[in-house]
């Protein structure tokens, strides 16, 4: 036997040995490019300019299972602006995305521990995981470090949440501290129902605190090929500024929002409805717009990228018109028709989205007599479509656009007084490879 075949066999055999041990990894995530060009960053001016940008992305998500009961999830990323340098805050030495491309570019995204409790329905995730709300995302939705115990007993669905978003000086009360608690049945196959109840004790500044909390009903109902789902969440709380103009503020606003959902071949069709409370008087002691969006990523299933927020965006700035407009006070009103179509001929997709958005107050009370108008709450019309078509299985290629037409809420708020605002569009290239 030469040595080489000796050596191939010696090789085979230690290949063979580790395979049950390299079994317990998994391995997933994706290599995302996007090339954005649009001019809607410039929301509100005459003659907008045209945002161009190339953006990077690359998430790989590892995992290794110990034994039945406990695993390790690390999910790393790696975000780089075509020919961008970054800052020296968050990224060291630039992103890489300059020419030469040396760059200190990799942040952890989620570390975590999951721990299947023996003898119950139960799981323990600690350390730093992805955690959303039960309400689109108009609460939270984000990556935090968190203890998050969730299963089930008898018949109730239950999930409890400790996360720290704030670190002040550990020798202070100086913190912010949020604490989440959802349950909610299933029946049968076609309908859940829950409750959902968050508080965030927030004193980062001793002079300035805030305690707010958030309650809330949802529920999915499907009979055939129909569905409907819907929420309702109410924000309470109090907000102190001892410095300033917001002292011992009461906190009363509201989010609801019901979506009709229909499957038809090869996709499916929904109708969104959504509201946001609004606060017409900024001069009592009251705040009645809704106190939310960590994470700003509300709403992201409808297809919709100017109003609403794109469902792909990563680092460049988001387009979130409708929901800015609702946060400031003004609230909204929305009406959204989507749709969504796979295994179309060639391996292709497509997609859409139609929304329509109004403020719920356009005059302000500012106090000392003091008003602000807009000229109507009409903010505005988004066509949006996307399709795409996948090479070799994996390698996904899509263009998708949106076109905004801005309604008379934007008017008198552009470059030149009185003036119409212009309409706004994005358009984006993708590539994404998931692993």
Do not use: C
Request: overall charge negative.
């Amino acid at each position: 036997m030469s040595k080489s075949v000796r050596i191939l066999i010696a090789l085979a055999a230690v290949v063979a040995m580790a395979t049950p041990a390299l079994a317990e990894f998994t391995l997933g995530g994706y290599f995302r490019t996007q090339g954005y060009m649009q001019n809607a960053q410039d929301l509100g001016a005459e003659d907008p300019d045209t945002y161009t940008a190339v953006d990077q992305r690359f998430r790989a998500k590892l995992g290794y299972t110990l034994n039945d009961y406990v695993s390790f999830v690390y999910y790393g990323e790696v975000d780089t602006m075509w020919g961008a340098s970054g800052s020296a805050t968050k990224y060291p030495g630039g992103q890489g995305g300059e020419v030469g491309a040396d760059g200190v570019n990799f942040e952890t995204k989620n570390v975590y521990v999951d721990f299947k409790i023996p003898d119950t329905r139960s799981n323990l995730r600690l350390g730093i995981q992805g955690v959303k709300d039960a309400f689109e995302g108009v609460v939270f939705w984000d990556d935090m470090a968190a203890a998050n115990l969730s299963g089930a007993m008898g018949a109730i669905d239950y999930t409890l949440l400790y996360s720290k978003w704030n670190e002040g000086n550990t020798t202070n009360w100086d913190d912010r501290d949020f604490y989440a608690i959802d349950l909610s049945h299933k029946y049968g196959d076609y309908a859940k129902a829950g409750v959902a109840f968050y508080y965030l004790d927030d004193n980062r500044v001793p002079t300035e605190s805030a305690e707010l909390w958030y309650a809330g009903l949802y529920g999915d109902y499907r009979f055939g090929n129909m569905g409907i789902d819907g929420f309702f969440v109410y924000n309470g709380g109090t907000v102190d500024d001892e410095t300033g103009a917001m002292d011992d503020l009461d906190v009363s606003a509201w989010v609801a929002s019901v979506k009709a959902k229909m499957v038809v071949r090869n996709g499916d069709l929904g109708l969104r409805y959504i509201y946001y409370s609004s606060d017409d008087d900024y001069s009592d002691e009251d705040i009645e717009s809704f106190s939310g969006s960590q994470g700003k990523f509300e709403f992201v299933d409808e297809n919709l990228s100017i109003f609403l927020v794109d469902k792909f965006v990563n680092n460049v700035p988001k387009n979130r018109y409708a929901i800015d407009a609702a946060l400031a006070g003004a609230g909204m009103h929305a009406l959204v028709f989507s749709g969504n179509f796979k295994n179309l001929p060639v391996d292709s997709y497509a997609g859409f989205g139609v929304g329509a958005f109004f403020v719920d107050e356009d005059e302000f009370d500012l106090g000392d007599g003091e008003r602000l108008e807009f000229k109507d709450k009409d903010l505005g019309y988004e066509f949006a479509a996307r399709i795409g078509k996948k090479f070799a299985e994996k390698y996904d290629v899509s263009l998708r656009g949106a076109y905004a037409i801005l309604g008379d809420f934007f008017d008198g708020v552009s470059d030149v007084e009185d003036e119409d605002a212009d309409d706004v569009w994005t358009t984006t290239l993708m590539v994404n490879v998931p692993f």
